[in-house]
């Protein structure tokens, strides 16, 4: 069984930084894309980030482009974001995704983490 | 205000038939790129629903379909039940934007 465990999120301050991390299980982790979703409180999801298989790819939304790092360990089958200079605006639900194989283009998005809440607050 | 237009809200009675359009442009969906689904009940996680356009992952019920034409998509569902309230997301991607995926606003649907 897929698995995808989000971990890391808090409360942290405007200008602060934090690291999400995503154990991922029951698959090959290291033959997938994987990706980060966010969703702000009550509004809709918006894409992150994903990086390639071997990690010589990675490409992010223009919004936390300069501040956040997406990053994967193949060996401990974990993905990884590190998210610097927090605004308030990056307030959001944080999910792990693994990215489909099925061919089509954009990858689907085929299993999802539960989740974790990051709130930017002074 | 994302490049790929949905209505906020559609509402129908249980047994009804209800869609769900996803409009882009021709830098998304008129270029060709396909377009997924994804239905988030209250307090979860999304769950891919429809795949390449009109492809039901396994377990999901062919009450689900997907379809997609010019530089819209939609999703229908067939016999509604009080288990489908919940928000759709269409998934594209655009060419016009330096990123990756891009997700519609979101479709609130509300069983009466």
């Known amino acids: 069984e897929v698995q995808l465990v989000e971990s890391g999120g808090g409360l942290v301050q405007p200008g602060g930084s934090l690291r999400l991390s995503c154990a991922a299980s029951g698959f090959t982790f290291s033959s997938y894309w994987m990706s980060w979703v966010r969703q702000a409180p009550g509004k809709g999801l918006e894409w992150v980030a994903n990086?390639?298989?071997?990690?010589?790819?990675?490409y992010y939304v223009d919004s936390v482009k300069g501040r956040f790092t997406i990053s994967r360990d193949n060996a401990k089958n974990s993905l990884y974001l590190q998210m610097n200079s927090l605004r308030a605006e990056d307030t959001a639900v944080y999910y792990c995704?693994?990215?489909?194989?099925?061919?089509?283009?954009?990858?689907?998005?085929?299993?999802w983490g539960q989740g974790t809440l990051v709130t930017v607050s002074s | 205000q994302s490049v790929l237009t949905q209505p906020p809200s559609v509402s129908g009675a249980p047994g009804q038939r209800v869609t769900i359009s996803c409009t882009g442009s021709s830098s998304n969906i008129g270029a060709g790129y396909d377009v997924h689904w994804y239905q988030q009940l209250p307090g979860t996680a999304p769950k891919l629903l429809i795949y390449?356009?009109?492809n039901r992952p396994s377990g999901v019920p062919d009450r689900f379909s997907g379809s997609k034409s010019g530089t819209s998509a939609s999703l229908a569902i067939t016999g509604l039940q009080a288990e489908d309230e919940a928000d759709y997301y269409c998934?594209?991607?655009?060419?016009?934007?330096?990123?990756?995926?891009?997700f519609g606003g979101g479709t609130k649907l509300t069983v009466l």
């Open positions: 998934q594209s991607y655009d060419s016009s934007l330096s990123g990756c995926w891009v």
């Open positions: 995704a693994r990215e489909g194989s099925s061919g089509y283009y954009p990858r689907d998005l085929d299993y």
């Open positions: 390449g356009n009109s």
């Open positions: 990086i390639k298989q071997d990690g010589s790819e990675k």
